[in-house]
């Protein structure tokens, strides 16, 4: 004898994915709980340095690591800033030459991260800089090209360097 169910199949499947989402649920918990907890015995254990200097945290794939710097903020700085940050570092931090030199781009925390797209944008301004030979008479010129386009920042600036021709007029019209 057959014996019939009392709820079709079809009643069942609201069930059931409910069922799997609750569980899918779970499993993310326990694997978020899971990574802080890694990440908690990571900063526990993490190396220090002797000198004042970042540590580079060893990992198989560094695209996803934490970045060692943070850049400044660049609405928040002037151009001089922006290149003494680069030059010789601001607040007892390493320069971004430094870093750039001795960790390549592993310092920024991977393609995607924040950090990595600002030394991006401010690239070309670096760039531009180290081509020059008198680098106050570079400075001195970018903070006149933005006073000239309405006093803006250097946020600004990074997205819209001038160009060699730009600074070679500037260089003639001063007499240098």
């Known amino acids: 004898m057959v ?8 009643s069942n499947k609201p069930h059931q994915q409910q069922q799997q989402q609750q569980q899918a649920q779970q499993h993310q918990q326990v694997q978020q709980q899971h990574h802080l907890m890694q990440r908690a015995r990571r900063q ?3 190396p220090t340095s002797t000198e004042d200097e970042p540590v580079l945290k060893k990992k198989k794939n560094y695209k996803d690591q934490e970045p060692l710097y943070i850049l400044s ?6 151009i001089a800033e922006a290149w003494a940050e680069y030059e010789v570092g601001l607040n007892g931090q390493p320069s971004v030459r430094q870093l750039e030199q001795k960790y ?5 925390g991977g393609a995607n991260h924040t950090i990595s797209k600002q030394y991006t944008n401010r690239l070309n301004f670096y760039k531009f800089l180290e081509k020059l030979e008198d680098k106050e008479l570079g400075l001195k010129f970018l903070e006149h090209y933005c006073a000239g ?3 803006k920042n250097f946020r600004w600036l990074q997205f819209n360097m001038p160009s060699e021709e730009e600074f070679k007029e500037y260089c003639y019209s001063n007499g240098r």
């Not at 903020?73 to 002037?78: A, L």
């Not at 390549?104 to 920024?108: M, P, Q």
């Open 3 to 10: 014996q019939q169910l009392s709820n079709p199949p079809s």
């Open 44 to 46: 526990s254990s993490e």
């Open 73 to 78: 903020q660049p609405s928040k700085i002037s």
């Open 104 to 108: 390549k781009t592993r310092w920024r």
């Open 149 to 151: 386009n309405g006093n």
